[in-house]
């Protein structure tokens, strides 16, 4: 799997969007971008996933560069309930899938 | 759909005990997988399971065995707990086909060993 860097920690307002930004920048061309978050001490979840096109479902929005060497995954009106960590995956349908240790996003009143 | 299930959700163990932390998916899933996940950390694979009958280990193998008994269950053993084991188990699915890579994670079992 390509190797995925995204910053620790991110703040946002409650209301506001939360942009969270990973770049993937040794991506293959047959690798997807997945997002997943864990909120406290739950399994993860699957957020949304794309390949080279923007991507948009009921929970958030994935915007893709031209040349896919990063990604931003945006939650449009952040709510208390949207803090958790958010971890960014390539992965081309391998078995082995590696977690880095995400972004912790704070929402804040 | 339950999804999938993990049991127990606690437990904690003496050193040197052993126990089975048990995974079902109803998903009709091929490929299974073992995480551990330690405080503040990112999840590590343990080992993990393409297809009913095949068993591989992934990162962190060592104390740990497993047995996918069938399509549905993928089991975790420790034979001789130790503290470092301590940590919460994540067990998770995949289906297979092409954009279809997503996994579904179960609720954890957290494991502490004294």
């Known amino acids: 799997d390509a190797k995925t860097t995204q910053p620790p920690s991110m703040d946002c307002a409650e209301g506001r969007a939360a942009n969270l930004p990973c770049n993937h920048s040794?991506?293959?061309?047959?690798?997807?971008v997945y997002w997943y978050r864990q909120i406290h001490s739950q399994g993860p979840q699957y957020i949304i996933h794309?390949?080279?096109n923007n991507e948009t479902n009921e929970m958030a929005s994935l915007i893709i560069t031209e040349d896919r060497k990063s990604s931003t995954l945006i939650l449009p009106h952040a709510t208390l309930r949207d803090t958790a960590v958010y971890y960014c995956i390539v992965t081309g349908g391998y078995q082995k899938v590696t977690f880095g240790i995400g972004t912790k996003l704070q929402v804040i009143p | 759909n339950a999804g999938v299930t993990q049991t127990p959700k606690f437990q904690v163990l003496k050193t040197g005990q052993s126990m089975t932390l048990q995974c079902a998916q109803d998903?009709?899933?091929?490929?299974m997988y073992w995480y551990r996940q330690d405080p503040g950390m990112g999840l590590r694979l343990i080992y993990y399971?393409?297809?009913?009958?095949?068993?591989d280990k992934g990162e962190v193998p060592n104390g740990y065995n497993v047995s996918r008994l069938n399509k549905r269950e993928f089991s975790l053993r420790l034979e001789s707990a130790a503290p470092s084991q301590t940590s919460v188990y994540f067990c998770?699915?995949?289906?297979?086909?092409?954009?279809?890579?997503?996994?579904?994670f179960g609720p954890g079992t957290r494991l502490t060993v004294t």
């Open positions: 998770a699915s995949r289906g297979t086909g092409e954009a279809s890579y997503e996994q579904y």
């Open positions: 998903m009709n899933h091929n490929s």
């Open positions: 794309g390949l080279k």
């Open positions: 040794t991506i293959s061309g047959n690798e997807y």
């Open positions: 399971s393409a297809s009913e009958g095949t068993t």
